[in-house]
């Protein structure tokens, strides 16, 4: 096991001091979260309309996606007009709006799964089974009970749950990943290449880990998502696949060119220039940059001796910067190396203001769909100097 090396107790807040506040706030989060979706599902706002209707959010796309696969025609995912009509039929009305089906075929496995459900009960499957994933990985990464609190009180778990959402998912894959990958780096290279399903969260971990000389893990999940993918093809053919490619072009088209999900909706750099207006060439070009630096950044950090919990927060907020297709469900990831700092804290003392800075992190996260801005930028921005802050401390020691 490679020694990890640790800071000398910082001289601001304790650990004793705010260990119990934060328990608190998580706490008073998870309870107003369950207040305000037991209300909505009473006003008829969540889940269910007040006709009785199941209510179509981001989950259609799934169970739509898992359907037409579970028919034969899993390709046809990929056509917008006849996904729209799975989805109307998921429902069992036509809505306004449509849920894209972007990912690759592989996700396809859990999806046919929860068609197998009708809509409004394979939703709740789906919560029921990767908000506890979610969970336990930030559990297990700060290491203490009061966790559980902190968890479920963070504000992405909000937007997931009404929204039903893939955040848990990716949350839980990748914070296993750094969990794992000191003493079992296969199972870590595992849950990696199940991140796969989110391919732009790739971008960084090849580099960082080979240059980190991490190869059970890159073979681990190399394999994995080979397997995977070999796996999908055999199921459903390789004209998914086909589909799949011809359909993140259009998705790319339709995102970034034209906007019509919503510019202020993507919470990336490239997002907020294309919402301030910036063309689509200073938009990649300034994204492009931020990729650059992030990799140069998170490669030089893990070359370093300073301690795994700060290389792996790094890691993954970088992997949040570097991406131009991010939105606010998926900022259940940001938990992870919130969750990274948090154990840092507890263990070794809160630096002055890092409280503050974990405050104004969830409050960007949280006002999101009240503002018409691309919020949770800064939220990461915040994060990433938090941890810049950190690694300079612990290298100058």
């Known amino acids: 096991m490679t020694m990890i090396a640790r800071e000398a107790r910082p001289s601001g807040s304790q650990p004793a001091d705010l260990a119990g506040r934060l328990e608190l706030i998580g706490f008073a989060c998870t309870v107003a979260y369950l207040v305000f979706l037991t209300g909505a ?4 706002y969540w889940l269910i309309d007040p006709a009785g209707r ?7 796309n799934v169970w739509a996606a898992g359907r037409l696969a579970l028919d034969g025609h899993p390709a046809a995912a990929y056509d917008w007009t006849i996904h729209k009509q799975a989805e109307n039929a998921a429902v069992g009305y036509a809505f306004d709006g449509y849920y894209n089906w972007n990912y690759p075929p592989t996700f396809l496995f859990p999806a046919a799964l929860l068609a197998l459900l009708p809509f409004v009960p394979a939703a709740l499957t789906w919560l029921a089974l990767t908000l506890p994933a979610y969970v336990a990985a930030l559990r297990a990464i700060i290491g203490q009970r009061s966790a559980v609190f902190l968890a479920c009180g963070f504000p992405a778990v909000m937007w997931n749950l009404s929204a039903g959402q893939n955040g848990f998912v990716s949350a839980a894959l990748m914070g296993g990943t750094f969990l794992f990958m000191e003493r079992r780096p296969l199972v870590s290279g595992l849950l990696l290449g199940l991140l796969t399903y989110k391919p ?27 397997t995977i993918a070999l796996l999908s ?37 490239f997002g907020l220039v294309r919402w301030l207006g910036g063309g689509m060439t200073i938009a990649w070009t300034l994204h492009a940059a931020l990729l650059v630096a992030c990799a140069v950044a998170a490669s030089l950090l893990w070359r370093t001796r300073t301690a795994f919990e700060i290389k792996a927060a790094a890691l993954a907020t970088a992997t949040l910067l570097a991406t131009p297709y991010l939105y606010i469900y ?18 070794d003392g809160f630096l ?42 612990g290298l100058s020691l």
């Not at 599902?41 to 008829?44: D, W």
């Not at 998926?330 to 263990?347: H, M, N, S």
Request: aromatic residues 12%; glycine residues 8%; proline residues 4%.
């Open 41 to 44: 599902a009473v006003q008829g």
């Open 54 to 60: 199941p209510i179509a959010n981001d989950f259609v």
């Open 200 to 226: 732009h969260f790739g971008i960084l971990f090849p580099l960082v880990l080979a240059l980190d000389g991490r190869w059970r893990v890159i073979a681990a999940a190399t394999l994995t998502a080979i």
């Open 233 to 269: 093809w055999f199921v459903f053919g390789a004209e998914g696949w086909r589909a799949f490619i011809d359909s993140v072009l259009l998705t790319g088209t339709v995102v970034f060119a034209e906007g019509r999900a919503g510019l202020n909706k993507l919470q990336s750099l």
């Open 330 to 347: 998926d900022f259940a990831v940001l938990a992870v190396p919130i969750a990274f700092l948090i154990r840092l804290g507890l263990q």
């Open 352 to 393: 002055p203001y890092e409280f503050a800075g974990l405050v104004a992190t969830c409050l960007l996260i949280l006002v999101f769909p009240f503002c018409d801005a691309p919020t949770g930028l800064f939220a990461v921005v915040i994060v990433a100097l938090m941890i810049a802050r950190r690694a300079a401390r």
